[in-house]
């Protein structure tokens, strides 16, 4: 059961996010802005992602990102260095990539009639057992798992346009990642109030939008300067009416900004924090001076290609 877990997994994603972030408080630009359908496969991803940024990984990391940074080049014009175009459309591709490969994994475990679609059913009974949503009264905690089954069921319902509550290909493509499908924004920015409103109010403020972010030391101490940079980010950039709050309509542009192109968004970012010598260029010294951030980010799909064969980046 993939999502049975849940709870733990979440746990343990924003764990290892912190420490990513910890080490280096730059390579998620933004701050991570939701969680999305998580699955066992990304925390182990991510478990090995962040030791390959340890020490003990740090020459095979290397040696796979001259690799990931001879393809970004030969995909391009093949000059030798990383143009921001060649940049955004790597990043583009592993993009799309990550898709294809998330939803060709977990097509087998979910279709499990071999029928060629995903039923609500199927999707139900692999993920939580044959509970019905009134059940799990001997599951501990059993309000969370009644929760979990009613948003999975919510986005199944919002994916599944026919309304035959059995996904194709591509409506089981949206379920898994809503954020890519326009008419899943709505369920998008609930899922998101839903994680980071605490009270209840119908807003997120500013120590909510923190709390998802950054768990302060049971010691106390002032906050890292990064931190301190997201609660001003809240109020330059996501509070749009300066009310105090996030509503809904402002939760959507932070989450899903219009008409963004969020490769060339990274892009930018990448290239202005690794262009050491600002020709407007990246050369392999400077991607691989500047690696870590690269290891947070879609350009090494958040340090998965490091674990890929060369023929499969």
Known sequence: MLLAQAGVQEVLLGMLLSLVVEENPNAVPGGIPFNLHINWIEVSLLSTVFGLTKASGRTKSSRVGWRIVDRMDRDG????????????????HTQQRHIRDSVT????????????????????????????????????????????LARDERRFRAADQDGDLHATREEFTAFLHPEEFPHMRDTVIAETMEDLDKNGDGYVQVDEYIADLYSP???????????????????????LNGDGHLDGREVGHWVLPP???????????????????K?????K????????????????????DLTRHHDEL
């Open 77 to 92: 014009d093949g000059d030798g260095w990383v143009s921001l175009d060649e940049l955004r459309a790597w990043i583009a």
């Open 105 to 148: 994994s977990a097509w087998d475990t979910y279709d499990t009639d071999r029928d060629g679609r995903v039923g609500w059913e199927e999707l139900r009974n692999v993920t939580y057992g044959h509970y019905q949503p009134e059940e799990f009264s001997d599951v501990e905690d059993a309000e969370t798992y009644r929760k979990l």
């Open 217 to 239: 030391e049971p010691e106390g101490g002032e906050e890292p300067a990064w931190v301190q940079t997201e609660r001003q980010q809240f109020r330059d950039f996501r509070d």
């Open 259 to 277: 008409a963004q192109d969020q490769p060339l968004v990274e892009a930018n970012h990448l290239l202005q924090e690794s262009d050491t010598n």
């Open 279 to 283: 020709d407007g260029r990246l050369s």
């Open 285 to 304: 010294q400077e991607i691989l001076g500047n690696w870590n951030m690269f290891v947070g980010s879609q350009a090494t799909n958040y340090g998965e």
